[in-house]
């Protein structure tokens, strides 16, 4: 159980589009969903927490206009990168907690390994 | 602030036994995990700790103290598939994780 798909897995496009990532819980309805980015050889770094049926609370320097989330039901939440660029090539990883559980243990989707041309 | 400190990387021979320190400063303390990251792919869970003492799940263990701020994973039985980074991650005040940047554990035959 516990289970978390993101898609699509690997995307690459061109500087200036937009590009959505969905984000699923699977076999629980997931009350907060996290999403991370990951620059080569760095830590996880927490972009957004989102509540479903919320807005997302953004961490600092995280500009919420150009990272769009959205978490319209228990078991998707979205990331839009709009207007992409070079910079915003990063490896992104969602993750979903269940209020359910004893402890806020987080499952993580696969990850979207996104790069901007 | 809040920080979390681990080795950035460490190396140990297949078949031994290899410990990877964390040590942390947050504020307030819910727990602490340790997940394990191969290259390129998620984070996936190892254990959790909340109470002072050792876990012990089969070749990996998982010992906290939280009077020090310290806790340590232990791998035993070293396997070449044991290669990746190993985070450490602690659950502050508001249950958000707080992450450590990673020991990348390198296994050698």
């Known amino acids: 159980g516990a289970v978390v798909s993101q898609h699509p897995s690997r995307v690459i496009c061109k500087s200036g589009t937009s590009v959505k990532i969905e984000c699923r819980s699977l076999?629980?309805?997931?009350?907060?969903m996290f999403w991370y980015r990951q620059f080569p050889k760095q830590s996880l770094m927490l972009m957004a927490t989102?509540?479903?049926?919320?807005?997302?609370?953004?961490e600092q320097g995280v500009e919420k206009d150009k990272f769009l989330i959205n978490h319209a039901s228990l078991t998707l939440s979205t990331l839009t990168v709009t207007s992409a660029h070079p910079e915003d090539s990063s490896f992104y990883i969602c993750?979903?907690?269940?209020?359910?559980?004893?402890?806020?243990?987080?499952?993580f989707g696969p990850g979207t390994r996104l790069t901007v041309l | 602030g809040q920080n979390i400190d681990q080795p950035t990387e460490m190396t140990a021979t297949e078949g031994a036994i290899v410990q990877i320190n964390c040590t942390y400063q947050?504020?307030?303390?819910?727990?602490l995990f340790w997940y394990q990251q191969h290259a390129g792919e998620a984070p996936t869970f190892l254990s959790y700790n909340v109470l002072d003492g050792l876990e012990e799940k089969g070749r990996f263990s998982s010992f906290l103290s939280r009077s020090k701020g310290y806790s340590y994973l232990l791998l035993k039985e070293l396997q070449m598939k044991d290669s990746a980074s190993y985070l450490c991650a602690v659950s502050d005040s508001n249950y958000q994780l707080i992450w450590g940047a990673g020991t990348k554990l390198i296994i050698k035959p």
């Open positions: 993750s979903a907690s269940h209020s359910g559980r004893d402890y806020n243990e987080q499952f």
């Open positions: 989102s509540n479903e049926g919320s807005k997302a609370t953004y």
């Open positions: 947050t504020s307030g303390f819910n727990g």
């Open positions: 076999d629980f309805q997931a009350t907060t």
